[in-house]
């Protein structure tokens, strides 16, 4: 199973996606990370998915990851008192903290921390944006607006609060109560949905505990105040566009992608491209041409990952959409532009012996036109280091830890391995050999350059660099 390209693909599973057929038909495409999402589904519908997925791994004999994404805090208006209500523009509309039911004049909206928050001027959107309200006059307990673009309010539609930071955990009981289910079965990654500042990651590190990696959901205008300590925080990033384009200027949110994968390069951190990738093969066997580009883009543009939403979930040609990410990825790959762009684009390193020999790595394979780079490690921080570098070198990442393998299966250019742990030079030489010509990266004569750390399963200590030849 060894994929033709570098960037990875992570398909949501959902109805259409939940049988094993449907699930290795997508492994087969091309997924090579499985997202569930516990915004939808009970935790016996996860729990078979989970299930599934690791059944997968042993057919193929291939690390595959999973991640958990966490619904995070969903803010609603309540009911309205005929199911609906016509808001035009122009008219005055209240809302407030009384749960009498609404009509086309107010409506209930049980968040003390909205109205806490807010001020003379302040935009409140409804609706994914379908209707926006300005503020007027606000207390702690009441809202008194303008409507500025109206529609149809029903009950429970959600509310946005563009460009105010709210004082909300991103971690509702839900969500607490998920985490530790999902952590207990076994995910790679936990999606912290919510984001606004470098504090909202500190409950869920604690609560995580190590047994998973973080990945914060960029989907909060307040969050790209403080995006540089927000990357270094986490483990791995996620460009939630659907979400940031609702309280973000459509026209910024293309801006802020660049800027966030820049920085997710330069940081060395994975980061994703998520939402509406492909969205017209929900219910069309084919994308439009502006999709297809869209994809190319976050590709020339260094994304580790792309993701799908609906289109693998509740779509009608899961399994069509997964070959034709598939497909236009290796396309752009195979560009000279894309080449040209990658080596001018490498993320950073730092003034340390690690990133040193894995410079030293990258340059040496680029020299002697190496087959592969093998890395060993233990915690993944050797492989990742040298992910960052984007050599255009094939890198093979073996490692003795499971689930370091299947958090490997997200980044960019890795090929993960689970082997067992080496304990002298010869041991590291043979392993490389031995995982190079089986996975199809070498043959014969050709040159692998190897790293690792002595002392050997020794976390973060990339100290050796070592050229080899397959006999």
């Known amino acids: 199973m060894k994929r033709e390209r570098r960037a990875k693909i992570v398909a949501t599973l959902g109805p259409a ?3 094993q057929e449907a699930i290795e038909k997508l492994f087969e495409a091309g997924v090579d990370v499985f997202r569930m999402n516990f915004s939808h589904g009970t ?4 729990q078979k998915i989970h299930g599934i997925v690791r059944s997968l791994e042993r057919k193929f004999h291939r690390p595959v990851g999973i991640l958990l994404d966490l619904q995070g805090p969903k803010l609603r208006v309540g009911d309205i008192d005929t199911g609906s209500a016509e808001l035009e523009v122009g008219h005055k509309f209240r809302l407030d903290l009384d749960k009498t039911p609404g009509n086309h004049r107010r409506a209930p909206l049980p968040h003390p921390e909205i109205f806490a928050a807010l001020e003379v ?5 409804i609706d994914d944006g379908r209707i926006r309200l300005k503020v007027l006059e606000c207390s702690k307990e009441h809202a008194e607006c303008e409507v500025e673009i109206g529609g149809t309010l029903s009950n429970h539609k959600g509310v946005n609060v563009p460009s105010v930071i709210l004082d909300v955990s991103p971690l509702t009981k839900k969500d607490r109560d998920d985490m530790r289910f999902g952590l207990d079965l076994g995910v790679e990654w936990v999606a912290l949905s919510f984001v606004q500042r470098p504090e909202d990651l500190a409950e869920a590190r604690k609560l ?3 047994r998973a990696a973080i990945m914060s959901k960029l989907e909060k205008p307040a969050a790209l105040l403080h995006l540089e300590e927000i990357v270094h925080l986490s483990d791995a990033i996620m460009v939630a566009r659907g979400d940031l384009g609702v309280e973000c200027p459509t026209e910024d949110v293309p801006v802020a992608q660049k800027q966030i994968l820049h920085l997710c390069k330069l940081a060395g951190k994975p980061v994703i491209v998520a939402t509406q990738m492909l969205d017209s093969m929900v219910h069309a066997p084919t994308p439009t041409r502006a999709e297809a580009s869209d994809v190319a883009t976050a590709i020339y543009d260094g994304a580790d990952a792309v993701m799908l939403s609906a289109e693998s979930a509740v779509g009608d040609y899961p399994t069509e959409t997964v070959a034709m990410m598939d497909r236009i990825i290796k396309r752009v790959e195979q560009d000279e532009h894309y080449r040209l762009m990658r080596d001018r684009r490498r993320g950073g390193h730092d003034a340390t012996a690690a990133d040193a020999i894995t410079v030293a790595a990258c340059q040496v394979a680029e020299t002697i036109s190496a087959a592969v780079i093998v890395t060993f490690t233990t915690t993944g921080s050797t492989t990742l280091r040298c992910a960052r570098l984007r050599p255009a070198t094939p890198i093979l990442g073996l490692t003795p830890k499971r689930e370091t393998a299947r958090r490997l299966a997200l980044c960019w250019g890795v090929h993960s391995v689970l082997t067992e742990d080496i304990h002298s030079f010869r041991d590291m030489v043979s ?9 199809g990266f070498a043959k014969k004569g050709d040159p692998i350059v190897v790293t690792a750390g002595v002392p050997f399963g020794t976390p973060g200590a990339t100290n050796i660099l070592r050229i080899a030849w397959v006999e």
């Open 208 to 210: 995580v505990a190590g």
């Open 121 to 125: 001027g302040s935009t409140l959107l």
């Open 17 to 19: 996606t939940s049988s």
């Open 431 to 439: 392993k490389s050999v031995a995982e190079a010509q089986k996975d």
């Open 43 to 46: 935790h016996a519908d996860h």
